[in-house]
């Protein structure tokens, strides 16, 4: 556990144990890294970047993308800024470049916190607490709410760590998502239907290499185990990463990050599990609906 000098990312609280470390940032709470014996299994950023592509951050009151940043919610309409203008969408939330706080310590785990206030485009007020540990089985993260307004608040949850298999390419990557159907999307990245995966270019029910697929793809129907939870697996010759998550996980949305620029253009994998699909607050297809006082408890992790 050590506390390192404030940078761009802010603070950085690490966490170690059992050959596992994991790197927390203040600055969305992210997480930068996650290493096991050594060996680093995202792309992250360093101390003195803004996070790129998103890299490893909480994506919160709502994951991925809001049609014009406009809905309605319980009769009222509201209206919030556009993150993504090239697109006119309101993009991954409100907590991912605020300053989180540190709520506990110990050499294996860390909680961090954040208050989320009540402003334009979303009146109500949150409490996020995030408590992340590192151990032999892997990477876990519970991610608790609460709201803290006097009114229903609408709610939904993802995360965005970038897989990277030590000197694997993409196109060698070998990708299984446990999903039925995708998402269509328009040129805005915003969801059109639904269509069945089976016998397609993006059915990755079976492990198969991805190649050249281009994937910035929304998977539905996915499948659980009898424990109730769901996994993407990322495979190579030599070494693997699951990234698991809990039941309240409906979707999984991965990236092979062909819109980023430079070094970073399709050198990882984003492996994000969702709680609802885009557009949910307009659509509220699996959109969570918080009550007054209302805690919401989930959890996800990476293994190796």
């Known amino acids: 556990m050590s506390a390192e000098a404030p940078a761009k990312s802010g603070i950085q609280w690490s966490i170690e144990a059992d050959g596992h470390r994991a790197v927390l940032t203040e600055v969305g709470g992210t997480l930068r890294s996650y290493s096991v014996n050594g060996v680093e299994l995202l792309d992250g950023f360093g101390t003195d970047e803004i996070a790129p592509g998103s890299a490893g951050q909480i994506l919160a009151p709502w994951p991925n993308r809001i049609r014009d940043g406009k809905y309605e919610f319980e009769g009222q309409s509201y209206q919030l800024a556009l993150t993504e203008p090239a697109r006119r969408n309101a993009i991954h939330g409100l907590v991912n470049w605020s300053r989180w706080r540190l709520a506990e310590q110990s050499a294996g785990a860390v909680t961090l916190e954040y208050d989320l206030p009540a402003q334009v485009g979303y009146p109500w007020s949150l409490t996020l607490r995030t408590h992340w540990s590192v151990s032999a089985d892997g990477l876990r993260c519970v991610q608790d709410v609460v709201n803290t307004a006097e009114a229903n608040a609408p709610w939904g949850y993802s995360v965005h760590p970038y897989l990277r298999l030590a000197g694997v390419s993409v196109d060698e990557t070998v990708l299984q998502v446990p999903a039925k159907s995708r998402i269509l999307a328009d040129n805005r990245l915003l969801p059109l239907g639904a269509v069945k995966v089976a016998g397609s270019e993006f059915d990755f029910a079976e492990p198969r290499r991805i190649g050249a697929q281009v994937l910035d793809t929304t998977f539905g129907d996915i499948e659980f185990d009898a424990d109730g939870i769901t996994a993407v697996t990322l495979t190579s010759a030599d070494s693997s990463i699951v990234v698991w998550a809990d039941e309240k996980f409906n979707y999984w949305q991965v ?13 990882s994998v984003a492996v994000e ?8 607050f307009r659509t509220g297809r699996d959109l969570v609906v918080l ?12 293994r190796a």
């Open 273 to 280: 599990p969702m709680t609802c699909p885009p557009d949910a």
């Open 291 to 302: 009550e007054p006082g209302q805690t919401w408890t989930t959890s996800w992790g990476i």
């Open 255 to 267: 990236f092979t990050g062909d819109t980023l620029h430079g070094e970073r253009h399709r050198r």
